[in-house]
């Protein structure tokens, strides 16, 4: 399977936009983007979903260009709250379907 | 409405001994999944279920099983426990698209508060 790869960790300041990236080369033709955030000790929680260009919703906004090979996160105005781990997943085709989740970007706001 | 829940939420199991994990949902929703979640790493998929007595391998699926007899519900099984199996287990649980209802990728998941399970 190929992997689902983003960075690390990310360090930024309150009130600035973040935008952390994952590449998915192998995504299924069908499959969607999703991003996640986990504080320590719970479950992952949905952010945002697309398939294609541009998604936004009230906390974010995701943009994936033409070739879905990539996906890019975007957080506007971060505060101390939005320090957490942030997961890509996407689904892939190799020789059976799975849903691959991303190792995870650990965010830090510093005020 | 409670989402999603879990069963136990800690567990110490010695080498060999067997357990279920249960999850619970009251959303209606067809998908149920069952991650694992090692210390530092992202959530890898052992087995999902895309509707009632339907299930399918995920990444990880080998030393366990799975049941979906009751839409509601979920079972993670393991057989023999290993230390390897030492992990947090998230379940979740999500609705499926309407044009494409066979793409588990589709939609939001919403997880359980997890299990930690300790094998010695």
């Known amino acids: 399977l190929a992997k689902t790869t983003q960075p690390i960790s990310m360090d930024s300041y309150e009130g600035q936009e973040v935008n952390i990236t994952c590449s998915h080369n192998?995504?299924?033709?069908?499959?969607?983007i999703t991003w996640y955030q986990q504080f320590p000790s719970q479950g992952p929680r949905f952010i945002i979903q697309g398939y294609k260009t541009k998604v936004t919703n009230e906390v974010a906004s995701l943009f994936i260009p033409a070739d879905r090979k990539s996906s890019t996160l975007s957080l506007p105005r971060v505060s101390l709250s939005d320090t957490a781990v942030y997961y890509c997943?996407?689904?892939?085709?190799?020789?059976?379907?799975?849903?691959?989740w991303g190792a995870g970007t650990k965010l830090i706001i510093k005020p | 409405n409670a989402g999603v829940t879990q069963t136990p939420k800690f567990r110490v199991l010695k080498t060999g001994q067997s357990m279920t994990l249960l999850c619970a949902q009251d959303?209606?929703?067809?998908?149920m999944y069952w991650y694992r979640q090692d210390p530092g790493m992202g959530l890898r998929l052992i087995h999902y279920s895309v509707g009632e007595g339907t299930t399918a391998k995920g990444e990880v699926p080998d030393g366990y099983n799975v049941s979906r007899l009751k839409k509601q519900n979920f079972l993670l099984g393991l057989e023999s426990a290993a230390p390897s199996q030492t992990s947090v287990y998230f379940c979740?649980?999500?609705?499926?698209?309407?044009?494409?209802?066979?793409?588990?990728?589709?939609?939001?998941?919403?997880f359980g508060p997890g299990t930690r399970l300790t094998v010695l």
């Open positions: 997943l996407v689904g892939e085709m190799d020789s059976n379907y799975q849903l691959i």
């Open positions: 979740a649980s999500s609705y499926p698209a309407e044009r494409e209802p066979s793409n588990p990728s589709y939609g939001e998941q919403f």
């Open positions: 959303m209606n929703h067809e998908y």
């Open positions: 192998n995504i299924a033709t069908n499959d969607y």
